[in-house]
């Protein structure tokens, strides 16, 4: 299996780390970081501390790749014509439930802003966009915890 996360716009470097951290326990394959999204090294080339703080060395041990957030549109293309199923966690009028989604042996999995979720020009391109069902007072949970609960879920 092919499992691969593309980061829309993530702004904390706490929750990237957190993600990287959980993909590297599931063997997620890639790590596509877009945009404002964090990444391990800082624009010196330098290991970032606050991110390894959180990662724990994840960071060294799943591949990862920053992309200018005007790419992922054509990443997202490339990776269709390559047979992945694209997938973004997100709320939207045309969600389900993510305990219905099933995951191919290619998937991309489109992960979004902690304010603004995942960008309208991705939501496009998903094949399926999978919602984590809210039954308290909050709206959404933290982006960190929302891709664990989804990934331990669709790689069960």
Same mark, same amino acid.
């Given at each position: 299996?092919?499992?691969? =996360? %593309? =980061?829309?716009?993530?702004? &904390?470097?706490?929750?990237?780390? &957190?993600?990287?951290? *959980?993909?590297?326990? =599931? +063997?997620?394959?890639?790590?596509?970081?877009?945009? *404002?999204?964090?990444?391990?090294? !800082?624009?010196?080339?330098?290991?970032?501390?606050?991110?390894?703080?959180?990662?724990?060395?994840?960071?060294?041990?799943?591949?990862?790749?920053?992309?200018?957030?005007?790419? $992922?549109? &054509? @990443?997202?293309?490339?990776?269709?014509?390559? +047979?992945?199923?694209?997938?973004?966690?997100?709320? $939207?009028?045309?969600?389900?439930?993510?305990?219905?989604?099933?995951?191919? *042996?290619?998937? %991309?999995?489109? @992960?979004?802003?902690?304010? !603004? +979720?995942?960008?309208?020009?991705? @939501?496009? =391109?998903?094949?399926?966009? $999978?919602?984590?069902?809210?039954?308290?007072?909050?709206?959404? @949970?933290?982006?960190?915890?929302? *891709?664990?609960?989804?990934?331990?879920? %669709?790689? !069960?």
């Amino acid at each position: 299996m092919k499992i691969f =996360l %593309l =980061l829309d716009n993530i702004r &904390s470097v706490y929750n990237v780390g &957190s993600i990287f951290r *959980t993909a590297e326990t =599931l +063997g997620i394959s890639k790590i596509y970081c877009s945009g *404002t999204t964090p990444v391990p090294i !800082d624009r010196f080339g330098r290991r970032r501390k606050d991110f390894a703080k959180v990662s724990l060395g994840a960071e060294n041990m799943v591949a990862w790749e920053y992309i200018e957030e005007l790419k $992922a549109i &054509s @990443l997202i293309e490339k990776l269709k014509k390559e +047979g992945f199923q694209i997938i973004a966690l997100e709320q $939207a009028k045309n969600s389900i439930d993510y305990k219905k989604v099933k995951v191919g *042996t290619k998937t %991309l999995v489109i @992960l979004g802003n902690e304010v !603004d +979720g995942v960008s309208e020009s991705l @939501l496009k =391109l998903a094949d399926t966009i $999978a919602e984590i069902p809210m039954k308290g007072w909050k709206e959404s @949970l933290n982006v960190s915890v929302a *891709t664990g609960i989804f990934l331990f879920r %669709l790689l !069960d």
